[in-house]
C-alpha cells in the first residue's frame, strides 16, 4: 500500500501544471539552426555542423530520466533508427542532465545514438526552448527528484521536450515545439518529413 502511494505521489508531482511556457521566441521552420558542441554521455565533443556534413541530423531535447513521457519517446525513437540512418540522418538527443545520468539513460533505454548534455540548457536556451519551473513545481522537483544535483544547477530549468529536423545546410525543415510536456513528435510523421528532403 505504501509503495502505491508513494508512486501515486510520484505520478502527481510529474503532472503538476507548470506556468505557461512562452515557445513564442523558439526556432521555427526556415531558421537558421545554431551550431553547438556538447559533450556526450561518454565525455566526447559532439559538433552540429560536423554531423551535418555527414547528412541530416535530428535533435531532441528531453527533461530528464526521471522523466516517464521522455523514456517512452527515447524508446520510440530507438526502434526508427534503422530508419532514420537508411535516410542518411543522425538522431541526437539533448538533456540538462549530467553525463552520469545521461550515460544511465542512454543504458536503461539501449539507445544507440548520441545524448549529449545540455549544461544550463545553455542550447536549449539558443533555440528558444527552455523554460523555468515556478517556485512550487521546482521545490516539489528537487525534493522528489534532486534535480539540482542531477542537473549540476539550481536554476529550476528545463527544455521543452522539442524537436528539430536540420538539414544539410543548417536549416530547420520541421520544427515540433509543444509546451505540454506529455505531447511529443512522432516518429513516423518525423521519417515522412525526412523523406521529402531526401
Known amino acids: 500500500m505504501r509503495v502505491k502511494k508513494m ?5 502527481l508531482l510529474l503532472s503538476v501544471t507548470l506556468q505557461a511556457q512562452d515557445v513564442s521566441k523558439a526556432l521555427k521552420v526556415g531558421d537558421k539552426a ?39 519517446a527515447l524508446s520510440q525513437l530507438q526502434e526508427k533508427l534503422p530508419e532514420f540512418k537508411s535516410l ?29 548534455t545540455d549544461l544550463n ?9 527552455v523554460f523555468k519551473l515556478d517556485d512550487k513545481t521546482a521545490q516539489r522537483y528537487e525534493q522528489a527528484l534532486h534535480l539540482s544535483s542531477r542537473n549540476g544547477t539550481n536554476s ?5 521536450p522539442a524537436t528539430y529536423i536540420i538539414d544539410k545546410k543548417g536549416k530547420i525543415r520541421y520544427a515540433f515545439v509543444n509546451p505540454n510536456y506529455k505531447e ?15
Open 121 to 129: 540548457n545553455e542550447v536549449a536556451r539558443l533555440y528558444g526552448v
Open 156 to 160: 529550476s530549468e528545463l527544455p521543452v
Open 184 to 198: 511529443r513528435a512522432n516518429p513516423e510523421v518525423i521519417i515522412q518529413e525526412l523523406r521529402k528532403i531526401h
Open 34 to 72: 545554431v551550431d553547438f558542441t556538447l559533450k556526450n554521455a561518454k565525455g566526447e565533443d559532439v559538433t552540429l555542423y560536423s554531423l551535418l556534413e555527414k547528412g541530416n541530423v535530428v535533435i531532441t531535447w528531453y527533461r530528464g530520466g526521471w522523466c516517464p513521457y521522455c523514456n517512452v
Open 7 to 11: 508512486f501515486l505521489g510520484f505520478f
Open 88 to 116: 542518411n540522418t543522425n538522431l541526437v538527443a539533448l538533456t540538462p542532465e549530467l553525463p552520469d545520468h545521461s550515460l544511465s539513460t542512454q543504458e536503461k533505454n539501449k539507445l544507440e545514438f548520441e545524448v549529449l
